[in-house]
Structure formats: C-alpha cells, structure tokens
Nanobody
Framework: QVQLVESGGGYVQAGGSLRLSCAAS????????MGWYRQAPGKQRELVAQ???????YYPNSMKGRFTISRDSAKKTVYLQIDSLKPEDTAVYYCNLDAHWGRGTQVTVSS
C-alpha cells in the first residue's frame, strides 16, 4: 500500500544542478529512514543520502559536499539537491523507504 515516485532527473552539463523529488503515498507514518540510492552502469547500487531514525540527515563520506537531502512531511515528499554535477554522477537515482522502492529517475551529466 506504499508507493514511491521519483521525478526531476534529466540531462545536464557538468557543473549544473538538479533537484530530485520522491513523492510517497499510502500508509506512511514517518519519513525517518527514507533515503536516496543510485546505480551507475556496471556498478553496485550505493547510498547517497538518508534521513536517520532521529530525523537527522546522513551522508556517506564520499557523498558529502554536493548532496543535500530534505523532506516535507506534510507532503510526504523527500528531495535530493545535487550541485556541481560531474559525469560520474550519471546514474539512475532511486527513492527508498524500508522494503519499498521507486522505479528510479535517470540523471545524465555531459562533459
């Protein structure tokens, strides 16, 4: 009964910015634990950012600096702001909450 829908991906030149959105619907009682993952061709899916169980944003060390996760609990929406995009950021970005996954949104960065 939970559905996650990502949006905001697209084509952008290196150095540009994107803001991804994940709209959740269904019986969601908390945004805590919701996060963003990405998967590039030939690579494993990796965590980009996550809202912890205490509502604080978490970023792996490799993701710190250019990524910002935020949320609007009233709208049941989480966002991922990506600044200074690089070609290596090219991937499908997925929204996750517990066992639920969105279909993903493609981000392509040209040099």
């Amino acid at each position: 009964q939970v559905q996650l829908v990502e949006s905001g991906g697209g084509y952008v030149q290196a150095g540009g910015s994107l803001r991804l959105s994940c709209a959740a619907s269904g019986s969601i009682i908390s945004m805590d634990g919701m996060g963003w993952y990405r998967q590039a061709p030939g690579k494993q899916r990796e965590l980009v950012a996550q809202i912890t169980s205490v509502g604080y944003p978490y970023y792996p060390n490799s993701m710190k600096g250019r990524f910002t996760i935020s949320r609007d609990s009233a709208k049941k929406t989480v966002y991922l702001q990506i600044d200074s995009l690089k070609p290596e950021d090219t991937a499908v970005y997925y929204c996750n909450l517990d066992a639920h996954w969105g279909r993903g949104t493609q981000v392509t960065v040209s040099s």
